[in-house]
Structure formats: C-alpha cells, structure tokens
C-alpha cells in the first residue's frame, strides 16, 4: 500500500457515479471488502438525494425544484466537510472516502442558469467544485447495453424508465466532463467483470501497489473548435505543465489545471513499467506547495502550455490537446488501462497517424526543444 507522504495522513476521495441501475450499491460492498483488505479506513458517504427523499425531502414537497437543489447542494458539501474532519480523527493513516454520488451530480436536474447562481452563491467555481476529488468512477446504466438486468427495485427513490434512465447517464457523464481522473465503467462484461474492472481502477488511482496506464496518442488534424466548445460532453481546461530535475530513476512533473482564473495543482512521479506502460503516482498540491515546486524546475526544459478538451465519447473518456504553436494539428489522448482495448475515435475527429511509440510527441521531449 502507497506510504503516507512525509509521513502524514493521506486521506484520498473518490466518487461512485453512474446512471440509474449501474450497480452502485454493489460496488459500494466490493470496495468496501477490497480497501480493507488492503489495509485502508474506508468512509462511506451516502448519496444525499436518497437520504433527503427517504426523510420526506424532495423537489415534489419543495416549493420547487430549485428549492430543493439549493438544499441537496449545500447539505452535501456540509457532510463532505464532516466526513472530511472524521477521517481526519481516524488513526489509520490511510483512509479513503468514497461518496456515492459527489457534488456534480446535482447538475443534469437544473437548468444552467440554476447552477451558476447556487455557485455564485456558495462562492464557488465549477472547477474547484468539480475536481476536489482525487478521481471519479462513473458506472453505465444497466440499461445501456444490460437491459435485461435494468431495474429500480433495489432503490424506491428511483423512478426512471429505461430510457429516462440512459438520458440522465449520459447528462451525468456530461457533468463530470473535464475532472483530470474520470473513469467509465461500462456493460462490456458480465456484472462481475464490471466490478472487478471498478476495483482495478480504483486500486490505479489509489496507487495500488502503483497504478499502470497505457496511453494511446494520435496525431489529428486540427479539430473544429465550434464543435468542442458547443459539445456538451466536453470541458476545456488550460494546463501548464513543468518537469522538476529527475530524482533517481523517476520522471517529476507539476502541473497547473483550470478555467477562468481557477486552479488545481498536481505532482506526478513516472517511471517505466516493464510491460511498456507507465507507472505513475500523484498527489494533489496546495498552491504554495505548487509554487515551492517551481523551484526546482529543470533548467534543460521549458514549461508545457496547452489547451485540453476533455471529451467523453459513449463509453471513452479522450483529451484533445491544443499546442500554441500548432497551427494546423493537434493531439489526440486516451488513457487506458488494458493495453489490448479497442479505442473508437470520435468521428469529428480525424487522425493524420497514431504517434504513441513515437518519442518526439511526447511531452518530455517537447519539454527539451
């Protein structure tokens, strides 16, 4: 298991999303039972919509729904905030919170407007609001491409119809569109299948022994901006990227990830994996951490700057990476764990030659010229 860094409490928190029927409350026992096992403190914090509609709360007895959004918004960044102090009194050192649906699931039941005024009253930005969690596993509904096991028995505070339950699957991965570590997990296999791909993302993510990647990159003819910026699968995000001097035999990167004025910062430590994969640890950085971390920027490279699109296709999560002295092509990206899965690109994006073993794409090197 991944050692506290310096030291310290390490506290990770991930999110269990999905459509209606995905297998949540499953997969809520299989981690519950696989992060144990691997020696974490595991907090569970429910889905806060059920527990409001369980207690007699909903937007049918609400004056209306945007009542009822303000209420479910800030009642769970009030349970986040105290889950957060309680797996701070913990003595195990390592403690994962898994939320059963997280703060962007709020977003497909209100109209845009809505959401940007409960930000701007909470005094908050969607970026901040999205990406404060380490990662995201979004579980497809049973009723896109399992119909046969669909059904709302399990939970009498869903009502959906199999159709009603892919639109809001699909408005659900729309909302988390764009947070740097969503996953989807889809009806490929069999349920157990499905859930043995959750724990070994999840295990990725956490740094389980060390989570292995394999990325796929493209070089694409330059996309149509209108149709990124208009697709509401997708988020753009600006990234500054900077390499720290090497430490022994590992590759040290910090990056700078946001919109409008607001930022996350990550550190990423990479090394070579025998089977041709990375593997890779990060962690999330305060600003001043980031800003200390400057300081040992590798003379020898120049700092990264791009733009990402981050789009979700059905069931793959892509990032379209535009280069500010690229004028005529662009970067396509996938990140998958199986090496052998089978990528569908985007039919809007259109591929010049697949450039993953090629070094001179890779961002390091770019670093160097």
């Known amino acids: 298991m991944s050692a506290p860094i310096n030291g310290h409490k390490k506290i990770r928190t991930i999110v269990i999303t999905g459509g209606p029927c995905g297998g949540k409350t499953t997969a ?15 907090i569970f914090l429910t889905e806060t919509f059920t527990e409001l509609a369980n207690g007699g709360i909903s937007s049918y007895n609400c004056k209306d729904n945007f009542a009822f959004q303000r209420i479910q918004v800030r009642y769970q960044l009030e ?3 105290l889950y957060r102090r309680a797996a701070e009194a913990l003595s195990n050192d390592n403690v994962v919170i898994v939320h059963d649906r997280g703060s962007m699931d709020d977003k497909p039941y209100m109209a845009p407007e809505e959401f940007a005024s409960i930000l701007k009253e909470l005094d908050l930005d969607e970026v901040s609001f999205r990406d404060k969690y380490d990662a995201v596993f979004h579980l497809v509904t049973a009723a896109k491409g399992a119909l046969p096991f669909y059904t709302t028995a399990n939970n009498t505070a869903r009502t959906e119809t199999p159709e009603e339950a892919i639109d809001l699957d699909e408005k659900t991965l729309a909302a988390w569109a764009g947070h740097p570590h969503l996953r989807i997990i889809d009806n490929s296999t069999d349920f157990n299948g499905k859930m043995l791909r959750l724990l070994k993302e999840v295990m990725a993510a956490l740094g389980e022994p060390e989570p292995m990647e394999h990325a796929r990159r493209y070089l694409i003819k330059y996309p149509d901006l209108e149709w990124l910026n208009n697709n509401p699968n997708c988020q753009r995000v600006e990234i500054i990227q900077t390499y720290l001097t090497p430490y022994r035999d590992e590759e040290r990167r910090i990056c700078m990830r946001g919109t409008g004025g607001s930022y996350i910062y990550y550190k990423t430590t990479q090394r070579d ?5 990375r593997m890779e640890v990060e962690e999330r950085l305060s600003q001043e951490e980031y800003f200390s971390l400057l300081m040992e920027a590798d003379p020898t490279c120049r700092p990264i700057r791009k733009t990402r699109y981050c789009l979700v296709d059905d069931v793959q999560s892509f990032e379209v990476d535009l280069y500010p002295t ?3 092509v662009a970067m396509l990206q996938i990140e998958l764990s199986d090496p052998d899965a ?4 985007p039919e809007n994006l259109h591929v010049i030659r697949e450039v993953t073993d090629n070094p001179a794409y ?3 090197e770019m670093a160097r010229m």
């Open 273 to 277: 994996a025998p089977d041709g994969g």
């Open 342 to 345: 089978e990528v569908h690109i």
């Open 28 to 42: 809520m026992s299989w981690l519950q039972n696989a992060l144990t096992s691997a020696g974490y403190a595991v």
């Open 362 to 364: 890779d961002n390091h």
């Open 79 to 81: 349970r986040e905030r």
């Open 326 to 328: 690229w004028k005529d």
